[in-house]
Protein backbone atom coordinates (compact mmCIF):
# COMPACT_ATOMS: atom_id res chain seq x y z
CA UNK A 1 0.00 0.00 0.00
CA UNK A 2 1.31 3.60 -0.99
CA UNK A 3 2.09 5.07 2.11
CA UNK A 4 0.30 8.58 2.57
CA UNK A 5 2.39 12.16 3.32
CA UNK A 6 1.61 14.01 5.86
CA UNK A 7 2.06 17.65 5.00
CA UNK A 8 4.20 19.36 8.15
CA UNK A 9 6.82 15.59 7.43
CA UNK A 10 10.60 16.99 6.88
CA UNK A 11 11.87 17.02 3.11
CA UNK A 12 13.64 13.83 4.41
CA UNK A 13 10.97 11.80 6.06
CA UNK A 14 9.31 12.99 3.04
CA UNK A 15 12.14 11.31 0.84
CA UNK A 16 11.91 7.55 3.35
CA UNK A 17 8.55 7.51 2.44
CA UNK A 18 9.02 7.94 -1.57
CA UNK A 19 11.38 5.13 -1.14
CA UNK A 20 9.13 3.21 1.32
CA UNK A 21 6.45 3.30 -1.76
CA UNK A 22 8.98 2.35 -4.05
CA UNK A 23 9.80 -0.77 -1.83
CA UNK A 24 5.66 -1.38 -1.74
CA UNK A 25 5.39 -1.05 -5.40
CA UNK A 26 7.70 -3.51 -5.89
CA UNK A 27 7.24 -6.49 -3.21
CA UNK A 28 3.62 -6.02 -4.69
CA UNK A 29 5.00 -7.18 -7.76
CA UNK A 30 7.17 -10.14 -6.85
CA UNK A 31 5.03 -11.02 -3.93
CA UNK A 32 7.04 -10.84 -1.02
CA UNK A 33 6.15 -12.19 2.19
CA UNK A 34 4.69 -9.86 4.59
CA UNK A 35 7.17 -10.89 7.15
CA UNK A 36 10.41 -9.45 5.23
CA UNK A 37 8.41 -6.75 4.22
CA UNK A 38 8.35 -5.41 7.67
CA UNK A 39 11.87 -6.29 8.49
CA UNK A 40 12.77 -4.67 5.54
CA UNK A 41 10.25 -1.64 5.67
CA UNK A 42 12.66 -0.59 8.52
CA UNK A 43 16.79 0.14 8.87
CA UNK A 44 18.26 -2.13 11.23
CA UNK A 45 19.84 0.64 13.42
CA UNK A 46 19.55 3.86 13.88
CA UNK A 47 22.38 5.63 14.81
CA UNK A 48 22.86 9.95 15.73
CA UNK A 49 25.70 11.25 17.34
CA UNK A 50 26.47 14.63 19.00
CA UNK A 51 30.16 15.45 18.76
CA UNK A 52 32.37 18.10 19.94
CA UNK A 53 35.27 19.61 17.65
CA UNK A 54 37.71 22.06 18.25
CA UNK A 55 37.77 25.30 16.13
CA UNK A 56 40.72 26.92 14.46
CA UNK A 57 39.91 29.55 17.19
CA UNK A 58 39.91 27.38 20.38
CA UNK A 59 36.09 27.25 20.74
CA UNK A 60 34.18 24.00 20.41
CA UNK A 61 31.27 23.37 18.17
CA UNK A 62 29.23 20.55 18.66
CA UNK A 63 27.99 18.77 15.76
CA UNK A 64 25.57 16.54 14.51
CA UNK A 65 26.24 12.76 12.48
CA UNK A 66 24.08 10.15 11.78
CA UNK A 67 24.67 6.27 10.41
CA UNK A 68 21.52 4.74 9.41
CA UNK A 69 22.37 0.82 8.94
CA UNK A 70 19.29 -0.54 6.80
CA UNK A 71 20.00 -4.26 6.14
CA UNK A 72 23.73 -6.59 6.76
CA UNK A 73 21.41 -9.93 4.97
CA UNK A 74 23.70 -9.86 2.38
CA UNK A 75 26.67 -9.02 3.97
CA UNK A 76 28.46 -5.87 5.66
CA UNK A 77 26.43 -2.23 5.96
CA UNK A 78 28.40 -0.55 2.73
CA UNK A 79 27.38 3.18 2.00
CA UNK A 80 28.37 6.69 1.81
CA UNK A 81 28.82 9.69 4.07
CA UNK A 82 27.61 12.96 3.20
CA UNK A 83 28.68 16.04 4.69
CA UNK A 84 26.21 18.69 4.20
CA UNK A 85 24.53 21.29 6.61
CA UNK A 86 20.67 20.06 6.13
CA UNK A 87 21.52 16.31 6.39
CA UNK A 88 18.95 14.88 8.66
CA UNK A 89 17.67 11.61 9.80
CA UNK A 90 15.02 10.56 7.15
CA UNK A 91 17.08 11.35 4.27
CA UNK A 92 19.94 9.01 5.18
CA UNK A 93 17.20 6.58 6.16
CA UNK A 94 15.93 6.85 2.56
CA UNK A 95 19.23 6.75 1.59
CA UNK A 96 20.34 3.75 3.45
CA UNK A 97 17.35 1.55 2.07
CA UNK A 98 18.25 2.51 -1.76
CA UNK A 99 22.09 1.22 -0.47
CA UNK A 100 20.28 -2.15 0.48
CA UNK A 101 18.33 -2.68 -2.94
CA UNK A 102 21.78 -1.10 -5.06
CA UNK A 103 24.18 -3.46 -3.38
CA UNK A 104 21.97 -6.82 -3.86
CA UNK A 105 21.38 -5.72 -7.64
CA UNK A 106 25.11 -5.29 -8.52
CA UNK A 107 25.44 -8.98 -7.24
CA UNK A 108 28.35 -7.64 -4.30
CA UNK A 109 28.00 -9.22 -0.81
CA UNK A 110 27.14 -6.07 1.14
CA UNK A 111 23.88 -4.38 2.94
CA UNK A 112 22.80 -0.96 2.40
CA UNK A 113 23.87 1.51 5.00
CA UNK A 114 24.39 5.58 4.90
CA UNK A 115 25.58 8.52 7.05
CA UNK A 116 26.61 11.90 7.24
CA UNK A 117 27.46 14.94 9.26
CA UNK A 118 25.33 18.11 9.25
CA UNK A 119 28.04 20.87 8.30
CA UNK A 120 28.89 22.72 5.30
CA UNK A 121 32.61 21.82 4.64
CA UNK A 122 32.96 24.62 2.31
CA UNK A 123 33.08 27.42 5.73
CA UNK A 124 35.71 25.37 7.33
CA UNK A 125 39.55 25.36 6.87
CA UNK A 126 40.81 21.71 5.98
CA UNK A 127 42.09 21.23 9.64
CA UNK A 128 38.76 21.76 11.01
CA UNK A 129 37.16 19.34 8.35
CA UNK A 130 39.81 16.90 9.62
CA UNK A 131 39.26 17.14 13.47
CA UNK A 132 35.52 17.19 12.60
CA UNK A 133 35.96 13.81 10.83
CA UNK A 134 37.85 12.45 13.30
CA UNK A 135 35.89 12.98 16.29
CA UNK A 136 33.21 11.48 14.04
CA UNK A 137 34.69 8.68 13.38
CA UNK A 138 36.03 8.45 17.18
CA UNK A 139 32.28 8.91 18.31
CA UNK A 140 30.97 5.78 16.15
CA UNK A 141 33.22 3.80 17.44
CA UNK A 142 32.62 -0.11 17.00
CA UNK A 143 29.39 0.92 15.08
CA UNK A 144 31.45 0.47 11.97
CA UNK A 145 34.57 -1.59 11.02
CA UNK A 146 35.60 -3.83 7.79
CA UNK A 147 33.48 -6.56 8.18
CA UNK A 148 30.60 -5.16 9.95
CA UNK A 149 30.28 -1.53 8.67
CA UNK A 150 31.96 0.25 5.84
CA UNK A 151 31.67 3.87 5.04
CA UNK A 152 32.84 5.68 1.37
CA UNK A 153 32.40 8.91 0.17
CA UNK A 154 29.21 11.23 -1.02
CA UNK A 155 28.13 14.37 -1.63
CA UNK A 156 30.57 16.74 0.16
CA UNK A 157 33.30 14.19 1.23
CA UNK A 158 35.94 12.79 -0.33
CA UNK A 159 39.02 10.53 -0.40
CA UNK A 160 41.06 13.20 2.26
CA UNK A 161 38.25 12.28 4.44
CA UNK A 162 37.85 8.42 4.44
CA UNK A 163 41.87 8.61 4.68
CA UNK A 164 41.36 10.34 8.14
CA UNK A 165 38.55 8.58 8.86
CA UNK A 166 40.73 5.17 8.34
CA UNK A 167 43.76 6.62 10.55
CA UNK A 168 41.53 7.40 13.15
CA UNK A 169 40.21 3.96 13.61
CA UNK A 170 42.92 1.89 12.71
CA UNK A 171 44.86 3.84 15.73
CA UNK A 172 41.95 3.41 18.37
CA UNK A 173 42.28 -0.40 18.24
CA UNK A 174 45.23 -2.58 19.24
CA UNK A 175 47.08 -5.93 18.79
CA UNK A 176 48.89 -6.91 15.83
CA UNK A 177 46.23 -6.74 13.17
CA UNK A 178 45.57 -3.44 13.01
CA UNK A 179 46.73 -3.13 9.40
CA UNK A 180 44.33 -5.19 8.92
CA UNK A 181 41.36 -2.88 8.94
CA UNK A 182 42.53 -0.40 6.51
CA UNK A 183 39.67 -1.81 4.75
CA UNK A 184 36.79 0.01 7.30
CA UNK A 185 36.46 2.83 4.16
CA UNK A 186 36.34 2.94 0.92
CA UNK A 187 37.07 5.51 -1.22
CA UNK A 188 40.28 6.41 0.30
CA UNK A 189 43.64 7.86 -1.67
CA UNK A 190 45.61 5.46 -4.25
CA UNK A 191 48.91 6.02 -1.57
CA UNK A 192 46.87 5.07 1.71
CA UNK A 193 44.71 1.47 0.31
CA UNK A 194 42.20 3.19 -2.47
CA UNK A 195 41.72 1.20 -5.69
CA UNK A 196 42.81 2.80 -9.48
CA UNK A 197 39.54 3.47 -10.97
CA UNK A 198 37.64 4.16 -7.62
CA UNK A 199 37.48 8.29 -8.28
CA UNK A 200 35.96 7.29 -11.16
CA UNK A 201 33.89 4.76 -10.81
CA UNK A 202 30.52 6.04 -10.68
CA UNK A 203 30.71 8.44 -13.40
CA UNK A 204 32.18 5.77 -15.93
CA UNK A 205 29.54 3.33 -14.61
CA UNK A 206 26.75 5.99 -15.84
CA UNK A 207 28.95 5.50 -18.98
CA UNK A 208 28.79 2.17 -19.06
CA UNK A 209 25.11 1.74 -18.90
CA UNK A 210 24.35 4.39 -21.18
CA UNK A 211 26.54 2.57 -23.53
CA UNK A 212 24.92 -0.60 -22.92
CA UNK A 213 20.85 1.37 -23.61
CA UNK A 214 22.23 2.68 -26.68
CA UNK A 215 23.68 -0.88 -27.82
CA UNK A 216 20.49 -3.21 -27.23
CA UNK A 217 18.13 -0.74 -29.05
CA UNK A 218 20.51 -0.34 -32.06
CA UNK A 219 20.92 3.42 -31.44
CA UNK A 220 24.19 5.62 -31.84
CA UNK A 221 25.93 6.93 -28.89
CA UNK A 222 28.42 8.88 -30.83
CA UNK A 223 27.13 12.00 -31.99
CA UNK A 224 24.29 12.27 -29.04
CA UNK A 225 24.23 15.38 -26.58
CA UNK A 226 24.07 15.42 -22.98
CA UNK A 227 23.10 18.16 -20.33
CA UNK A 228 24.59 16.32 -16.72
CA UNK A 229 23.56 18.38 -13.39
CA UNK A 230 26.26 18.41 -10.87
CA UNK A 231 29.65 18.70 -11.71
CA UNK A 232 31.38 16.96 -8.40
CA UNK A 233 32.82 13.68 -8.28
CA UNK A 234 30.33 12.14 -10.28
CA UNK A 235 28.86 14.63 -13.02
CA UNK A 236 32.64 15.84 -13.78
CA UNK A 237 33.79 11.78 -14.43
CA UNK A 238 30.90 10.96 -16.18
CA UNK A 239 31.59 13.78 -18.70
CA UNK A 240 34.78 12.45 -19.31
CA UNK A 241 33.68 8.68 -19.87
CA UNK A 242 31.03 10.18 -21.70
CA UNK A 243 33.03 12.34 -24.48
CA UNK A 244 35.35 9.32 -24.84
CA UNK A 245 32.65 7.74 -25.98
CA UNK A 246 31.85 10.30 -28.68
CA UNK A 247 29.22 12.45 -26.62
CA UNK A 248 29.10 16.29 -26.11
CA UNK A 249 28.38 17.48 -23.23
CA UNK A 250 26.30 21.26 -23.54
CA UNK A 251 24.50 21.94 -20.71
CA UNK A 252 25.64 21.74 -16.95
CA UNK A 253 24.46 23.16 -14.13
CA UNK A 254 25.30 23.21 -10.36
CA UNK A 255 24.68 24.68 -6.95
CA UNK A 256 25.75 28.01 -8.31
CA UNK A 257 23.77 28.04 -11.67
CA UNK A 258 23.77 26.45 -14.85
CA UNK A 259 25.55 27.30 -18.41
CA UNK A 260 25.47 25.89 -22.67
CA UNK A 261 27.15 26.09 -25.29
CA UNK A 262 25.90 24.28 -28.11
CA UNK A 263 29.29 23.63 -29.77
CA UNK A 264 29.99 21.45 -26.75
CA UNK A 265 31.72 22.46 -23.10
CA UNK A 266 35.18 20.57 -22.40
CA UNK A 267 35.04 18.68 -19.31
CA UNK A 268 38.64 19.08 -18.19
CA UNK A 269 38.41 23.13 -18.91
CA UNK A 270 34.91 23.03 -16.55
CA UNK A 271 36.90 21.36 -14.04
CA UNK A 272 39.60 23.70 -13.96
CA UNK A 273 37.66 26.49 -13.35
CA UNK A 274 34.81 24.81 -11.00
CA UNK A 275 38.72 23.89 -8.92
CA UNK A 276 39.42 27.56 -8.63
CA UNK A 277 36.08 29.50 -8.49
CA UNK A 278 33.97 26.56 -6.36
CA UNK A 279 31.32 26.24 -9.28
CA UNK A 280 30.18 26.50 -13.34
CA UNK A 281 28.84 30.09 -13.12
CA UNK A 282 31.30 32.49 -15.04
CA UNK A 283 32.85 29.45 -17.02
CA UNK A 284 33.99 31.50 -20.25
CA UNK A 285 33.35 28.85 -22.56
CA UNK A 286 29.95 29.26 -22.23
CA UNK A 287 26.67 31.60 -21.59
CA UNK A 288 24.52 31.51 -18.62
CA UNK A 289 20.97 30.10 -18.23
CA UNK A 290 18.34 29.73 -15.74
CA UNK A 291 17.70 26.23 -13.95
CA UNK A 292 14.81 25.60 -15.04
CA UNK A 293 15.64 25.83 -18.75
CA UNK A 294 18.70 23.53 -18.13
CA UNK A 295 15.88 20.91 -17.60
CA UNK A 296 14.14 21.69 -20.78
CA UNK A 297 17.42 21.62 -22.51
CA UNK A 298 17.23 20.17 -26.38
CA UNK A 299 19.46 16.87 -25.57
CA UNK A 300 19.58 13.38 -26.10
CA UNK A 301 20.56 12.39 -22.90
CA UNK A 302 19.88 14.10 -19.07
CA UNK A 303 22.02 13.27 -16.31
CA UNK A 304 20.92 14.52 -12.93
CA UNK A 305 24.24 13.95 -10.64
CA UNK A 306 23.63 16.29 -7.72
CA UNK A 307 20.99 16.20 -5.28
CA UNK A 308 17.28 14.27 -5.20
CA UNK A 309 13.98 15.82 -6.30
CA UNK A 310 14.90 17.48 -8.81
CA UNK A 311 12.98 15.81 -11.88
CA UNK A 312 9.60 16.40 -10.66
CA UNK A 313 6.08 16.99 -11.61
CA UNK A 314 6.45 21.11 -12.80
CA UNK A 315 9.91 20.09 -14.95
CA UNK A 316 9.17 16.33 -16.15
CA UNK A 317 6.01 17.21 -18.65
CA UNK A 318 9.32 19.78 -20.30
CA UNK A 319 12.27 17.41 -20.03
CA UNK A 320 13.07 16.53 -23.87
CA UNK A 321 15.84 14.29 -23.58
CA UNK A 322 14.84 11.01 -24.44
CA UNK A 323 17.29 9.30 -21.83
CA UNK A 324 18.00 9.95 -18.22
CA UNK A 325 20.49 8.55 -16.59
CA UNK A 326 20.18 8.80 -13.03
CA UNK A 327 23.72 9.58 -11.63
CA UNK A 328 22.14 10.94 -8.18
CA UNK A 329 20.13 9.05 -5.91
CA UNK A 330 16.60 9.90 -5.74
CA UNK A 331 16.60 12.41 -8.52
CA UNK A 332 13.37 11.86 -9.98
CA UNK A 333 10.23 11.89 -7.98
CA UNK A 334 7.67 9.29 -7.86
CA UNK A 335 4.90 11.50 -10.02
CA UNK A 336 8.07 12.88 -12.28
CA UNK A 337 8.49 9.35 -13.29
CA UNK A 338 5.16 8.26 -13.92
CA UNK A 339 4.70 11.61 -16.32
CA UNK A 340 8.36 10.77 -17.92
CA UNK A 341 7.46 6.94 -18.42
CA UNK A 342 3.91 8.19 -20.06
CA UNK A 343 5.94 10.09 -22.57
CA UNK A 344 8.15 7.64 -23.70
CA UNK A 345 11.53 8.88 -21.64
CA UNK A 346 13.73 6.06 -21.02
CA UNK A 347 14.66 5.92 -17.62
CA UNK A 348 18.10 4.56 -16.55
CA UNK A 349 17.55 4.15 -12.48
CA UNK A 350 19.52 5.16 -10.13
CA UNK A 351 20.66 1.87 -8.37
CA UNK A 352 21.71 0.23 -11.50
CA UNK A 353 23.00 3.18 -13.08
CA UNK A 354 25.24 4.91 -10.20
CA UNK A 355 25.62 1.52 -8.80
CA UNK A 356 29.36 1.79 -10.30
CA UNK A 357 31.05 3.68 -7.10
CA UNK A 358 29.93 0.73 -4.41
CA UNK A 359 30.96 -1.73 -7.21
CA UNK A 360 34.23 -0.72 -7.10
CA UNK A 361 34.22 -0.01 -3.42
CA UNK A 362 34.09 -3.91 -2.95
CA UNK A 363 36.88 -4.03 -5.68
CA UNK A 364 38.70 -1.74 -3.34
CA UNK A 365 38.00 -3.79 0.01
CA UNK A 366 38.68 -6.98 -1.65
CA UNK A 367 42.19 -5.66 -2.88
CA UNK A 368 42.89 -4.23 0.36
CA UNK A 369 41.79 -7.82 1.88
CA UNK A 370 44.32 -9.82 -0.43
CA UNK A 371 47.11 -7.06 0.37
CA UNK A 372 46.80 -7.05 -3.65
CA UNK A 373 46.57 -4.17 -6.15
CA UNK A 374 44.75 -4.42 -9.31
CA UNK A 375 45.38 -2.97 -12.60
CA UNK A 376 43.26 0.08 -14.16
CA UNK A 377 41.88 -1.82 -17.05
CA UNK A 378 40.65 -4.91 -14.78
CA UNK A 379 39.26 -2.68 -12.63
CA UNK A 380 36.78 -1.06 -15.69
CA UNK A 381 36.04 -4.47 -17.15
CA UNK A 382 35.08 -5.93 -14.19
CA UNK A 383 32.89 -2.90 -13.35
CA UNK A 384 31.47 -2.98 -16.88
CA UNK A 385 30.96 -6.96 -16.55
CA UNK A 386 28.85 -6.39 -12.94
CA UNK A 387 27.02 -3.67 -14.37
CA UNK A 388 25.81 -4.80 -17.90
CA UNK A 389 24.91 -8.33 -15.94
CA UNK A 390 22.55 -6.15 -13.67
CA UNK A 391 21.40 -4.14 -16.57
CA UNK A 392 20.52 -7.29 -18.25
CA UNK A 393 18.97 -8.98 -15.30
CA UNK A 394 16.62 -5.89 -15.22
CA UNK A 395 15.76 -5.92 -18.85
CA UNK A 396 14.58 -9.81 -18.41
CA UNK A 397 12.82 -9.07 -15.13
CA UNK A 398 10.89 -5.86 -16.98
CA UNK A 399 9.58 -7.74 -19.61
CA UNK A 400 8.74 -11.01 -17.94
CA UNK A 401 6.53 -8.34 -15.05
CA UNK A 402 5.75 -5.82 -17.53
CA UNK A 403 7.04 -3.09 -15.29
CA UNK A 404 9.04 -0.05 -15.38
CA UNK A 405 13.16 -0.14 -15.62
CA UNK A 406 13.04 1.08 -11.81
CA UNK A 407 10.40 -1.75 -10.45
CA UNK A 408 12.45 -3.89 -12.27
CA UNK A 409 15.31 -3.32 -10.66
CA UNK A 410 13.57 -3.22 -7.28
CA UNK A 411 12.08 -6.79 -8.23
CA UNK A 412 15.41 -8.49 -9.00
CA UNK A 413 17.26 -7.27 -5.72
CA UNK A 414 14.47 -7.57 -3.46
CA UNK A 415 14.10 -11.96 -4.82
CA UNK A 416 17.74 -11.61 -4.18
CA UNK A 417 17.36 -10.48 -0.67
CA UNK A 418 14.22 -12.55 -0.12
CA UNK A 419 15.54 -15.48 -0.98
CA UNK A 420 18.53 -15.54 1.63
CA UNK A 421 15.97 -14.66 4.27
CA UNK A 422 14.24 -17.71 3.43
CA UNK A 423 17.56 -19.81 3.50
CA UNK A 424 18.51 -18.28 6.74
CA UNK A 425 15.28 -18.48 8.47
CA UNK A 426 13.88 -15.61 10.59
CA UNK A 427 15.11 -15.95 13.97
CA UNK A 428 14.05 -16.83 16.94
P1 LIG B 1 29.94 16.06 -4.94
O1 LIG B 1 29.88 16.73 -3.62
O2 LIG B 1 31.27 15.69 -5.49
O3 LIG B 1 29.20 16.97 -6.04
C1 LIG B 1 27.89 17.42 -5.86
C2 LIG B 1 27.52 18.30 -7.03
O4 LIG B 1 26.13 18.66 -6.89
C3 LIG B 1 28.30 19.61 -7.09
O5 LIG B 1 28.58 19.92 -8.45
C4 LIG B 1 27.33 20.62 -6.51
O6 LIG B 1 27.52 21.92 -7.02
C5 LIG B 1 26.01 20.07 -7.00
N1 LIG B 1 24.89 20.56 -6.21
C6 LIG B 1 24.79 20.55 -4.86
N2 LIG B 1 23.63 21.15 -4.49
C7 LIG B 1 23.01 21.50 -5.64
C8 LIG B 1 21.78 22.14 -5.91
N3 LIG B 1 20.97 22.55 -4.94
N4 LIG B 1 21.44 22.34 -7.21
C9 LIG B 1 22.26 21.95 -8.21
N5 LIG B 1 23.44 21.34 -8.00
C10 LIG B 1 23.80 21.12 -6.73
O7 LIG B 1 28.98 14.79 -4.83
P2 LIG B 1 28.98 13.47 -5.73
O8 LIG B 1 29.80 12.44 -5.03
O9 LIG B 1 29.27 13.81 -7.14
O10 LIG B 1 27.46 12.99 -5.58
C11 LIG B 1 26.42 13.50 -6.42
C12 LIG B 1 25.22 12.58 -6.34
O11 LIG B 1 25.60 11.27 -6.75
C13 LIG B 1 24.61 12.41 -4.94
O12 LIG B 1 23.22 12.21 -5.08
C14 LIG B 1 25.25 11.13 -4.45
O13 LIG B 1 24.46 10.49 -3.46
C15 LIG B 1 25.28 10.33 -5.75
N6 LIG B 1 26.24 9.22 -5.76
C16 LIG B 1 27.58 9.46 -5.57
C17 LIG B 1 28.46 8.38 -5.64
C18 LIG B 1 29.94 8.58 -5.51
O14 LIG B 1 30.68 7.59 -5.71
N7 LIG B 1 30.45 9.77 -5.23
C19 LIG B 1 27.98 7.09 -5.88
C20 LIG B 1 26.61 6.90 -6.08
C21 LIG B 1 25.76 7.99 -6.03
Known sequence: MPTRR???????EQLFETAVEQFDAAADLIGLSDNIRTILRSPKNEIIVNFPAEMDDGSLRVFRGYRVQHSDILGPYKGGLRFTPGVELGEVKALAMW???????????FGGAKGGIAFNPREHSVREI???????????GSNIGPEHDIPAPDIGSNAQAMVWMMDTYLNSGSGGDRQNTRRVVTG??????????????????????LAHQFDRVN???????????????????????????????THVADHTGAIMNGRGIDAEALWRHTSEAGGV???????????????TADVDILVPAAIENQITTERAPHVRASVIVEGANGPTSVEGERILIDRGVEILPDVLANAGGVIVSYFEWLQNKMSARWQLGQVDDELRRYLWEAADAIEAEKKRLACSRREAA???????IGTVFNQRGIWP
Open 410 to 416: YAVALAR
Open 219 to 249: RELEGSTVAIQGFGNVGEHCARAMAQMGVTM
Open 281 to 295: AGFDDAEALDVDEFF
Open 188 to 209: KTIETGGSLGRDKATGQGLAFV
Open 130 to 140: ERIVRRFTHAL
Open 99 to 109: MTWKTSLSNVP
Open 6 to 12: SADSTEG
